[in-house]
């Protein structure tokens, strides 16, 4: 890695370390907290997600489905 695409990547991760975007995160994570807390724990591991997942998309990868539906305006 040479001298100056180190600085950029310690610029950016201290960038990333810096109190608005460390504000911002926790904010998020409030959120995400109070709009999926209604839903409750999970109710199978993330293997047995993983498998059902492998079951019902094939060969399609779970990223694939959400650009296809964002395509098609779901």
């Known amino acids: 890695m040479s001298t100056r ?3 950029r990547t310690v ?4 960038k ?3 109190k608005p975007y460390l504000d911002s995160a926790a904010r ?3 959120l995400v907290d109070k709009v ?3 839903y409750g724990e999970p109710t199978m591991s ?11 998309l ?3 990868s779970l990223s694939q489905l959400v650009w296809k539906e ?3 305006g779901w």
Not at 11 to 14: E, G, N
Not at 46 to 56: F, G, H, I, S
């Open 70 to 72: 964002r395509e098609e």
């Open 46 to 56: 993330l293997e047995q997600l993983r498998a059902t997942l492998d079951r019902q």
């Open 36 to 38: 999926l807390g209604r």
């Open 28 to 30: 998020m994570k409030r």
């Open 16 to 18: 990333l370390d810096s």
């Open 11 to 14: 610029l950016r991760i201290s």
């Open 58 to 60: 094939g060969k399609t």
């Open 5 to 7: 695409t180190h600085a």
